[in-house]
């Protein structure tokens, strides 16, 4: 009870003292951010990230199609006991 107790006082503390310097703070960041993304440099990694993510995940979209269509090949097929039915055995129904 008196470690909740410490970590609530903590908290208490913690949230006034955020809340006096922390819009401040904050609108500070946010200037920042919009510097950084403005700035020309940036905008050209950003675009040329965007364009080999995109051939990344075609690469990516076309090797899952392979081996999506290899798959059914390559696992050999086995027969569980209880969860598949023969095929030659006849249905029974419940009557």
Known sequence: MK????FMAGAAVGYVLGTKA???RYEQIKRLSRQVSANPNVQEAAGMLRAKGGQFAGAARGKAGEMASTAKEKVPQQKVAGRHKAEDEPTVHPG
């Open 3 to 6: 470690s909740r107790m410490m």
């Open 22 to 24: 922390g819009r401040e």
